[in-house]
């Protein structure tokens, strides 16, 4: 019996020491930014950069388009050519612009608006189509184009892009 005591004797301490150090030890781990006291939902939101406005360069392209009579020729149909025309300013500047001259052109329905893609929905002569206002090099092009995204091919939008054309100074 004497070697149990003496067993328990030194287990009994130890077995203190541990419980005492494990229970203690979880403030050793805690996290002490305000970030981390708040719900994940009032966290602020971090945004890489490139990610902060949509990309619409590549979604409003203008379609490829060939010239010549060699498609002609073999019985393809001719390729639509874009309307529409270069202004030497900054696209938002030219945007505001356009909204104004549209505005003032009789007949005219805007439908809707997009200004981070540079398009106004239009209304005019019975046809619906876009009016896009896009970068280009070191000016603004301002065009027309169908819902699918191609050139339109009734007379009101070319009467419209005419007419934008002089009240905005276009070449």
Known sequence: MHRNARVTRTIAPLAAVLLTVGLSGCHWFSKTSDVY?????????EVPPDLDRPAADRAMALPATTEGSSSMASGATPAVQPIGFNVAAD????????????????????????????????????????????????GTWVSAVDPRGLPPTGE????????????????
């Open 37 to 45: 006291l708040q719900s994940s939902e009032s966290r602020p939101l």
């Open 91 to 138: 696209r938002d500047t030219v945007f505001v612009r356009v909204g104004e001259a549209l505005a003032a052109v009789p007949g005219v329905s805007v439908a809707s608006k997009a200004e981070i893609l540079g398009t106004y929905d239009v209304d005019y002569m019975d046809s619906k189509f876009l009016v896009r206002v896009t970068r280009a090099g070191s």
């Open 156 to 171: 009101a939008a070319r009467k419209l892009i005419a007419t934008l054309k002089t009240a905005l100074g276009g070449q």
